[in-house]
């Protein structure tokens, strides 16, 4: 395991359609974040997790958005009706255990286009 | 408001010039400020961070300086390479909490 993986890299979608992402974080991470990237822009934090239970929400995300880390694992992202204003890059990170120094840990980003 | 703010926007220079990027805040209850790089593409990667307690950091070629009274942090690369052309962030970590408030970028051209 050498990073933080994320499937599928790049999702085109019509408007009103759901759709689901995943990320893989580094295997030892307890901590996992998502955030959404627009072009030009530095990320925005949607979600925390630590271990399986989500502990910090974004008002970003709307109830059309959930997350989920069942087993303290991966992480999945829905998007339910999807709208064109979603498209963005959508980056997941993991870091380390508590005590250890706070190091992020990014995958490549899922790009979403909604057309 | 819970802010970060970045400047320039973009910045070319001469290989082995010395690049500076600046970041302000106005929230004082952050207690962690990262720098990332980002390559097209790619995910950002962790360059360098500071505490508030400490003025200053080298890694390598890179420095950041933090002025807490000023409520300000800059990222100064050294002897700058071509290969450091990319699209640098830096962040801010809110305390008590894992929520993390990025800058806008600041997208660097290293001409060789």
């Known amino acids: 395991d050498t990073g933080v993986s994320q499937d599928p890299r790049h999702k085109i979608t019509k408007r009103g359609q759901n759709v689901t992402f995943r990320c893989d974080p580094i295997s030892e991470h307890n901590r996992l974040y998502w955030y959404r990237q627009t072009l030009g822009q530095g990320p925005e934090f949607l979600t925390y997790?630590?271990?399986?239970?989500?502990?910090?929400k974004s008002r970003l995300l709307s109830d059309r958005f959930s997350a989920e880390r069942p087993k303290g694992s991966f992480s999945t992202l829905e998007i339910q009706r999807t709208e064109q204003g979603d498209s963005a890059m959508y980056l997941c990170a993991s870091s380390s255990p508590p005590g250890t120094q706070e190091t992020q840990y990014f995958g490549p980003g899922t790009r979403l286009l909604v057309l | 408001q819970q802010q970060v703010k970045q400047s320039p926007q973009s910045l070319i220079v001469q290989k082995g010039g010395i690049p500076i990027i600046n970041c302000a805040y106005e929230n004082t209850a952050f207690d962690y400020f990262p720098w990332y790089q980002q390559f097209p593409g790619k995910g950002p990667a962790l360059l360098i961070a500071i505490r508030p307690d400490v003025s200053e950091k080298k890694e390598g070629r890179f420095t950041i300086s933090f002025n807490k009274s000023a409520k300000q942090f800059s990222l100064h690369i050294m002897d700058s390479q071509p290969g450091d052309s990319a699209t640098y962030f830096c962040?801010?970590?809110?305390?008590?909490?894992?929520?993390?408030?990025f800058g806008t970028g600041t997208r660097l051209k290293v001409l060789a």
């Open positions: 962040a801010a970590k809110q305390a008590g909490t894992y929520k993390y408030i």
């Open positions: 997790f630590q271990n399986e239970a989500q502990l910090e």
